[in-house]
């Protein structure tokens, strides 16, 4: 399976804060959450802890390179440009991913958020998000239990999945 592609000053184990959350599921293909996951102004619909999308410069409603936005989300207003953008295509991996930022001085925290999806065998999508953090506020959410960085993307991924298979017409 493929892996996420990490930037200098982000690879997970060298950073203040890491999570990992994974779904496969059936009867979902990459075609199917892409444009749940690429149009921000959708994720308020299936992930509560997301709110306040804007673009700016005049860009979106889609992600795409360079892309400039904002949300809030687990209390922190963020400030994103969107740093990898591959849609799907057959045979290869979709991939988006942003870095994200909030505060200043020792409340800055800057984040790496990265999604991978791509299709498996037998009519399976795996979808697969990451994020490394650097800052005190970083260390502060690492210690916390339970991790609400683990919690909260969970709660994406599930909303994202249940999304998709409404759009298709089937009950998550």
Not at 90 to 119: N, S
Not at 125 to 137: A, D, F, K, M, S
Not at 158 to 167: H, P, R, T
Request: with cysteine; aromatic share 10%.
């Amino acid at each position: 399976m493929s892996e996420i592609i990490w930037p200098q000053g982000f690879v997970p184990g060298f950073t203040d804060n890491y999570c990992s959350n994974e779904v496969i599921i059936a009867g979902l293909m990459t075609a199917d959450i892409w444009p749940l996951l690429n149009t921000p102004s959708l994720w308020p619909s299936y992930y509560a802890n997301s709110t306040n999308i804007q673009f700016q410069d005049g860009q979106g409603p889609e992600l795409k390179i360079g892309a400039q936005f904002s949300f809030e989300t687990f209390g922190f207003p963020v400030e994103a440009r969107c740093i990898e953008y591959i849609p799907p295509v057959k045979g290869q991996p979709a991939r988006v991913a942003w870095h994200g930022w909030a505060g200043e001085g020792d409340t800055r925290l800057d984040v790496h958020h990265a999604w991978l999806i791509e299709d498996l065998s037998g009519d399976r999508v795996r979808i697969l998000t990451q994020e490394t953090q650097n800052g005190l506020p970083a260390i502060e959410l690492a210690k916390a239990k339970p991790n609400p960085m683990i919690n909260g993307h969970q709660d994406w991924l599930q909303g994202l999945v249940a999304a998709a298979l409404k759009e298709k017409g089937q009950e998550s």
